[in-house]
């Protein structure tokens, strides 16, 4: 199965990786693409800044592909994190899941976005309007409800 | 072995990465996190609340009570906050 994963700074065009996902296939019937944006949290946020662990970024999110793999007949995967500095309305993150049908591209996207957020080894924090450096972003239990439930 | 930091984890220990000798009798992460602790004030700080602090070996997340036998490198870091 196809399967992109990227790590990277520079910004991504969804419309491009779909077409690279899908191109020259008849199979593919569904293809689910899920966009994660930087907000400005009501106008308080000048950027976000990313940290991740290089090496075990790549890995870990291959292993998260792999589980998607044996859960749902998907067709192929792309997944692209980006880090460093971003400012709002930017893309963060990229995840693209295909299948014949929709069923399992909507769950596939919605599973890997959930063990994403808590085990990618990615860390958020802010860069305020007013130039100071703002707090890392706390993780959500909320979040980890949200894994929890695919278990 | 190497250890590395990232987040505020890095921040509290003021660096990025170390190569350290464990002594004898390190046989977890918990047993390396009490050694840490130890070192000073800097390690105390990072790990004061170690329910928090979640560790990886060689790429790969682990608990607490996981061996470090063979672990080429081990990091420390908060609770994951990509997406």
Known sequence: MARTIRIQSEPFD?????????????????????????????GRLAALELEHYPGMAEAEIDR???????RWPLLGLTVIHRFGRISPGEEIVLVLAASAHRQAAFEA??????????????????????????????????????????? | MKLVYFAWVRERVGKTDEDVELPEGIG?????????????????????????????????HVKPEASIAGAREIAFFPPMTGG
């Open chain 2, 28 to 60: 977890t992460v918990a047993d390396l996190v009490r050694w840490l602790k130890g070192r000073g004030e800097e390690y105390s700080y990072a790990f004061e609340n170690e329910g928090v602090v979640r560790a990886a070996v060689d790429h790969v």
């Open chain 1, 64 to 70: 998260i592909a792999g589980q998607a793999e044996s």
């Open chain 1, 14 to 42: 969804t419309a491009v990786e779909t077409a690279i996902l899908t191109e020259g296939r008849a199979d593919i019937g569904a293809v689910v693409a899920f966009t994660g944006l930087c907000r400005d949290e009501g």
């Open chain 1, 109 to 151: 996207a919605s599973f890997l976005m959930d063990y994403l957020k808590t085990q990618a080894p990615f860390w958020k924090r802010e860069h305020l309007k007013d130039g100071t450096t703002g707090a890392w972003v706390e993780a959500k239990e909320a979040d980890d409800r949200a894994m929890e439930r695919w278990a």
